[in-house]
């Protein structure tokens, strides 16, 4: 269910299964209609047509979007800035220009969310990890943390295949409590026993 269907907005679009960007980059079947869906990186181009860079979280790459302005309207592609949320129905064509082998020819866009570009923390210029730390909702998005988040799974996942195939039960531990100021930071807990003056009497 997308967005505006939990608003009760009726899609015109035609019905398509998505396909995710992962699997689009890697499809070999250039010709085929798809639909995919995803947030935008960058947008570039000119008076005719545009090149929208979109990406669903399923790989770091980025599958290309040719939009024919001409198509659609200036007015109606104006949204279509850096972190707006579309669903793209289009053709999967080889690509003629470089830095990808393969792209979408767009029949069909739905915006389904905006972001404004003055307030939108994630633009194309890079960012400093100190600045990611205020956002952390967002940093998933960005190929920073993308590289991490997935080569810290694949060690993970790597650890605890090698010990579940040998017999051994993997326990991966979740604390639930941490120093207000230990995250990112040097400083851990210290944590000293007090004897209660009640539990001395007893003793003595």
């Not at 920073?144 to 991966?172: C, E, L, Q």
Request: with cysteine.
């Amino acid at each position: 269910m997308n967005l505006l269907e939990i608003h009760g907005i009726r899609s015109n679009m035609k019905q398509l299964e998505r396909t995710t960007i992962a699997d689009a980059l890697k499809s070999a079947q250039t010709g085929k209609e798809i639909n995919v869906k995803g947030w935008v990186r960058t947008r570039r181009g000119n008076k005719n047509v545009s090149f929208v860079a979109l990406n669903d979280g399923t790989t770091i790459n980025n599958i290309q979007v040719v939009i024919d302005i001409a198509l659609f309207g200036e007015e109606y592609l104006k949204p279509i800035t850096t972190g707006a949320c579309l669903s793209v129905n289009g053709k999967l064509v080889e690509s003629q220009g470089q830095g990808q082998s393969i792209e979408i020819q767009a029949v069909e866009v739905e915006i389904y969310g905006t972001a404004d570009p003055a307030t939108y923390p994630l633009q194309k210029k890079g960012h400093s990890l100190e600045f990611l730390r205020e956002i952390a909702h967002l940093r998933p998005r960005t190929n920073t943390f993308g590289a991490v988040f997935r080569m810290r799974h694949h060690m993970s996942y790597a650890i605890h295949k090698y010990f579940n195939d040998r017999g051994f039960f993997p326990y991966a531990p979740h604390h639930g409590f941490r120093c207000r100021r230990c995250r990112f930071h040097v400083r851990g807990y210290h944590i000293r026993y007090k004897q209660s003056s009640q539990n001395r009497r007893r003793q003595n």
